[in-house]
Nanobody, 122 residues
């Protein structure tokens, strides 16, 4: 059974850092693109970052470029999102998801984690 389980969210002050993890199981992890999305209250779910199967290519939303880093460890079946210089605008539930092809539309991802809350506030 496919599972994606996010962890690492929490409350952090502006300018702080968090590292999110997404542990995957039940499928051939290395065969899929993995992405992070986020959804703030009252907002549409939006693309944050994507990483290729072999971790050779990454893509980021303009709003997080230079601050966030996506990575993956295929031996551990885990994808990470290192978030630095956090802003209040980053407050959202963060989700990891998988896709067989590179894309940024949430509709193109077939399995999702349950999400982890990130709150950036002073």
């Amino acid at each position: 059974q496919v599972q994606l389980v996010e962890s690492g969210g929490g409350l952090v002050q502006p300018g702080g850092s968090l590292r999110l993890s997404c542990a995957a199981s039940g499928f051939a992890f290395a065969n899929y693109y993995l992405a992070w999305f986020r959804q703030a209250p009252g907002k549409e779910r939006e693309f944050v970052a994507r990483i290729s199967r072999g971790a050779g290519n990454t893509n980021y939303a303009d709003s997080v470029k230079g601050r966030f880093t996506i990575s993956r460890d295929n031996a551990k079946n885990t994808v990470y999102l290192q978030m630095n210089s956090l802003k209040p605008e980053d407050t959202a539930v963060y989700y990891c998801a998988r896709s067989q092809i590179p894309q940024t539309r949430p509709e193109g991802y077939d399995y999702w984690g349950q999400g982890t809350q990130v709150t950036v506030s002073s």
